[in-house]
Each structure stands twice: as C-alpha cells, then as structure tokens.
C-alpha cells in the first residue's frame, strides 16, 4: 500500500490539522529561528499498514495515524522521540512522509523489563540542522553509584540519557534526552532525576567539554508541579522557561495536572555554568486531539494508542 496515495477524505483532514497547526506553532524561518521539541509516542513500533485499522488489528497505529504524526513534526527543526519501540515500522514510514531531507539518529533497545523494550530518538530536518560529531549514551560514574544517600542513584540508568550534538548556522548545541523510570511513587524517581541534572552541571563546568550549549528534554515522569523538580533541576542550576511552566501548557491528554515532560537549559546569570547562547524565545504544546482521526469517533483512549498520551513539548529560540 502506498503511503503517498492519501484518500480524500483524509487529506482533507490533514489540511484542516495542517491549518490548525499554522495557527498554533512558529513558522521555521531560514537563518531567524529555530524550532526543537520533544514527544513521547506511545508505543511507537509497529503499525497496521491500512488507511482504517479495525478493531480486531494489532496494533490501532495505521496509516492515518502515522500521517497525522508526520504533520505535526515536521513542524520542527529537531525532535527527541521517547517510547521508540525496536520495531521501526512506524517510524521508518513516518521519515518516508517527512522526506529524504529528514534523518534519524537513535540507541539500541533497552534491554531487561525495566527497560521496555525502548529506543531513544531524534528525528531531525537536514535542510535546517547538521549533527556536529558527539552522540553517546550517558553513564554515570561508578563514585556517584558508591554514594551512601537515601538520594543517590545505586544502579545504572534504566535507559541511559542520549546526547547527540547538532548545529544550525554558527550555532552548535548538545541536546540530552531521556526517559525516567515511572517506579512505584514520585520519590522513586528522584534519584535518576536528580542524577541527570548533577551530569548535566558537571558536564557543562568541564572546560573540556565538546561543546557547552546544552538542552536537556524528554519525559521526567514527574506527577505535578512542585517539589520534586526544586530537588532536581532548581537544585542544580537547570531552567525551565516560565511558558512551559503555565498550568495552560499540557502534558498527558488523560490528566491535565501531570507534568511529565520538560525542556530545560542552564540559565543563572553569575553562575561558573556557562549559559545558553541561544534566545529563547516561545514555547508550549500541541493539542492534537480536536484535529486528529477527527471522523473515525475514536475514544481518548484508542486515539492514545493511534497518535500518543503524550502531547508534544515545544521550544523556539532565536538565531
């Protein structure tokens, strides 16, 4: 089946996703911006390579679905996707929507349990972005794991951090993403969060580091807004712009208080952290939900399993 060969009646909603889209998120524009954002896509792995999956398919993912995803990124210039199963089948369809000016970069699969089975990803527009060298998983030291703290990470990562470096114009920059273990209560993940934003300062004092612009995004897992991410982040220097901080901007289409997904940089002026070189200037997410599947009567909960239960968190900054 050809993925090209869109029916009428659903390019005629994707034009009207594309329309909302155009209203609600920054234009790219050449050599003026740049445009990053970071999706957990549930589950993305296989797909029912149909226009309409029915109800005895596995999985609901089809072809409608990935093409109202492939609407929605290529809105940005890069994107960190969490959830990338080791099936490829989706996104391997979703990059032959985008184009052959898009690319992929991402980890192995996760293995054991606690892993699920999960790669890390970014997916990002060659026209606009080049990778500029570095991409490793992080690995915390074994000193910090000796570390007698109620605190203090015992264990390696569940899914270890991914940084890739990228640049845009003369701007080079590091993004870091990753995706924190849910566990059995909100403390249980204070330790790796807390973890990842020690590497992050530590990485970001070292003068021998690759390059200092660092941009930490993905999905924290964290339940609300609160003390979990003074412990974490604000502790260590980390920033989350007050856009992103709004009750208004939104993280899971099941509950409007989680906030699971962050972006952050270092931002403290008189600080011996080096600061971002790039201007912020806008950020928020994308509700999918109104213009999405918008004729197939699907629940909150099939569409969770089509698109994501993750909206996609975004940033703009100046060049």
């Not at 445009?35 to 409608?64: E, M, V, Y």
């Not at 099936?87 to 898009?102: E, M, V």
């Not at 703290?149 to 114009?169: C, G, H, M, W």
Request: a positive charge; proline letters at 3%.
């Amino acid at each position: 089946m050809n993925i090209h060969d869109i029916p009428p009646n659903i390019q005629l909603e994707l034009n009207q996703l594309n329309q909302d889209l155009d209203q609600k998120i920054p234009s790219r524009k050449i050599d003026k911006n740049l445009l990053i954002a970071t999706w957990n896509i549930r589950a993305f792995g296989d797909l029912t390579r149909k226009w309409k999956s029915a109800d005895n398919d596995t999985p609901k993912r089809d072809l409608h679905s990935i093409q109202c995803i492939a609407q929605i990124l290529k809105r940005f210039d890069i994107v960190a996707i969490q959830e990338v199963k080791a099936n490829l089948r989706a996104l391997r369809d979703t990059l032959k929507i985008l184009g052959s000016h898009w690319s992929l970069i991402l980890t192995d699969v996760n293995r054991g349990d606690a892993g699920n089975g999960e790669r890390m990803a970014y997916i990002f527009d060659t026209r606009r972005v080049k990778m500029s060298g570095l991409a490793a998983e992080l690995v915390i030291p074994q000193e910090w794991l000796n570390e007698i703290s109620d605190k203090a990470l015992t264990e390696q990562f569940v899914r270890n951090p991914y940084a890739v470096s990228f640049k845009i114009n003369n701007e080079t920059f590091i993004l870091v993403t990753l995706h924190i273990k849910y566990g059995k209560t909100s403390s249980d993940r204070i330790k790796e969060i807390k973890s990842i934003a020690k590497w992050m300062s530590d990485w970001a004092k070292d003068i021998h580091a690759y390059h200092q612009n660092f941009i930490l995004l993905g999905d924290f897992n964290i339940d609300k807004r609160g003390d979990l991410l003074n412990q974490t982040f604000i502790a260590e220097g980390l920033h989350i712009p007050e856009q992103l901080q709004n009750k208004t901007v939104l993280r899971s289409i099941f509950n409007q208080t989680k906030y699971y997904d962050q972006i952050a940089w270092f931002q403290k002026p008189n600080s011996n952290i080096p600061q971002l070189s790039m201007k912020f200037l806008n950020g928020g997410h994308y509700d999918f939900l109104p213009t999405t599947l918008i004729n197939r009567n699907t629940s909150k909960l099939r569409k969770s399993w089509m698109i994501s239960d993750h909206y996609p968190l975004w940033v703009e900054f100046e060049l």
